[in-house]
């Protein structure tokens, strides 16, 4: 399994997760995942390669519904809950000409 | 405290009105409710005017339904129409969601009196109501003590007579511990039985919604009503449920009760007698206890922590302040996103966001994630094992009674092992219930839980009404 976690590792991942942490809880949030992470090693020990990974519970495969129109969400309804809206739109701040 | 199955025979029947119904439990609201923090929101105003349309009804001789003048509280992660649902997060604070999830609607069309929206872990994600971003709930056997979580509000909202009957979701224990801490029944079904549309998602392939109530037999009638197949969630199960109610006078002579003989270890003693107590009380009534092993699940709370934070990371990540709930404003869409994010999540929900974030990232997904889902698979195998040799299986439901404010809060992975019994159940998909069996240290509840494997719900309702009854 990998190393320790370090500091560097934390904010790139915050920055993945679209998280603007302070200092402080950059420095608590690394305590915290190492130790956790060292906990997780407990299934280092066992052999998995056979193992075929489970990703749900009960067995279903994929169903598609017939392609015909029905009822859906009230958009005045919907777009009235949006912290911004505008002519029917979800209205946002630019999303270009600044660094990502 | 009325039970729900007499409330509905009594209102169906004309003896009793549903508004004195409701009225009787808005007074314990009143009485209690500054004191405990079970709601968030109490819609009394809609429960009176719900609770005078099914009297009319009845009056009127039309047909009521199998929860006529029911006060039921919900879990706020469940999507309520035009009425705020918040998951105790302040970025969803103030949102009216535009639709019903499925059981709210299945609620309504019983007959139900929906009471209001209860407190939890915000975003379900705690053991102790600790983490609702507008203060926790207290346990009403004890206000020094957690009710439990992250369904507390909706445990301690039965346990103090607010409702006679709530709704939860349960995600690796969500609804069983509070359940066993504040002294009432709760039941997380099979995966699938109960539709999650309009459930707000913590981590999809775990979660499930059930009740809590005051005994066996009213948590059988809920759920069989909220059951059955639903096209808007594309993992429920197509098939009816099978019927609860009518088995729970079957007894238990014959079936085999399995006893996990590497159980994990850290269980309170005063928690292991009340079990054996339990196993006890089923060899009277004529089962047959068979020593069973899960050699995989000492490794639960590993798997758990990688797969329930990772799929949480990807079902958070659309709290962006764009579509509902709140924004920071910020000079572009990436500073907004990063920045909404962080003033609207609590300390819980970001530590779990950057787990998952971590456990899918590049580099460490076949580390971790890919690794957790080949140990879930190791679970379900003991299970499918174990239930070969016995129908239903008996655990402790906590490892403790409930526990003082703050004495978990500073150690997350402290926190974690509240739900090491409840855990193996999600991972597996399996129904499990928690039932009060007791009392232990200081007097307060503890709770026994039974499993059972995938729509084993019959066998483990025979042997929780089983151990209500030999009490």
Known sequence: MAEKI???TVVKVSRLARLSLTTEETERMTAQLAGMLEHFRDIDALDLASVEPMTQPYPLKNVL??????PSLDRDEVLDQAPAAESG???????????? | MQKLVDIVAGVTNGSLKASAVVEEHLARIVARESEIHAFNLVTADQARTDAAKVDEDVKAGKKVGA??????????????????????????QGWKPPYDATVVTKLRAAGAVIMGKTNLDEFAMGSSTENSAFGPTKNPHDVSRVPGGSSGGSAAAVSAGFAAASLGSDTGGSIRQPAALCGVVGVKPTYGVVSRYGLVAFASSLDQIGPFTSDVRDAATLLEVISGHDPMDSTSIPQPAPSLVSVLDHGVAGMRIGRVTDLPEGC???????????????????AIIVDIKLPSIQYCLTAYYLIAPAEASSNLARYDGVRYGNRVDA????????????????????????????ALSAGYYDAYYGKALKVR?????????????TDVILTPTSPSVAFKFGSKTDNPLAMYLCDVFTIPTNLAGHPAMSVPFGTGADSMPVGVQVLATTLGEQAMFKVAAELERSL
């Open chain 2, 268 to 286: 309170e003693p005063d928690v292991l007698a009340r079990l054996e107590a339990a196993f006890d009380a089923l060899r009277s009534a004529g």
């Open chain 1, 65 to 70: 519904r017939k392609d015909v129109e029905l």
């Open chain 2, 331 to 358: 000079a572009d869409l990436n500073s907004m996103y990063a920045a909404t994010r962080e003033a609207g999540f609590g300390e819980e929900v970001k530590r779990r966001i950057m787990l998952g974030t971590y």
């Open chain 1, 6 to 8: 370090s500091k560097e």
């Open chain 1, 89 to 100: 739109r979800f209205r946002v701040p630019p999303t270009i000409g600044f660094d990502v």
């Open chain 2, 67 to 92: 929860l006529a003048g029911v006060p039921i509280a919900l879990k706020d992660n469940m999507c309520t129409r035009g009425v705020e649902t918040t998951c105790s997060s302040k970025i969803l």
């Open chain 2, 377 to 389: 698979r190791l679970i379900s195998d003991d299970f499918a094992h174990a239930y070969e040799k």
